[in-house]
């Protein structure tokens, strides 16, 4: 197996990272142009929960408490700049996502202190054990979000359903 550079690993995943960034940007800012559904809310964790599978190759493996506190602090800390932001509108009957400019600054701060995060635990531990514990930051962060956006949208739904 050839050996490729630790930098040029990290090149990559930084490159990867803020791609990744700029497609989510472009495909929530499209998104916001159509109404939401509930698969349009359910299908990005149960996407991303396939990364899971990541936790087979024995490189990956964490202590139970790193993998437990990585998700707990995506939970809590990461989620709540993007629950602020998430608003949802109705018109015509359909569920619309507000476009908020916020969105865009918190992604690209949530960014910016993810590679400043990553920079220093990657000095204490490997390069896949390090993607595993940001894996389970952004799991937590996205799943409740997501529920967030869930109760939100069924709150609306509700609520237009007793206006009629």
Do not use: C
Not at 60 to 81: E, K, M, N
Not at 84 to 95: A, I, L, N
Not at 122 to 128: D, F, L, P, R
Not at 141 to 152: A, D, H, S, T
Request: glycine share 4%.
């Amino acid at each position: 197996m050839p050996h490729i550079s630790p930098s040029y690993l990290q090149i990559g995943t930084t490159l990867g990272t803020i791609l990744i960034a700029l497609l989510t940007i472009f495909i929530r800012l499209k998104a916001s142009s159509s109404p939401v559904t509930i698969k349009k809310i359910l299908i990005p964790p149960l996407g991303m929960s396939t990364g899971f599978l990541m936790f087979v190759a024995p490189f990956t493996h964490i202590p139970l408490w790193w993998a437990a506190l990585a998700f707990v602090i995506g939970w809590f800390l990461f989620s709540y700049p993007l629950i602020r932001s998430t608003h949802f509108k109705t018109v015509d009957g359909q569920v619309y996502a507000e476009r908020s400019r916020s969105f865009i600054v918190i992604l690209f701060a949530l960014l910016i202190v993810r590679t400043l995060l990553h920079q220093i635990i990657e000095q204490y531990v490997s390069i896949a054990q390090t993607g595993a514990l940001f894996f389970l930051l952004a799991f937590g962060m996205i799943v409740r979000w997501r529920l967030f956006m869930y109760k939100e949208y069924k709150h609306i739904l509700q609520a237009n359903d007793n206006m009629k």
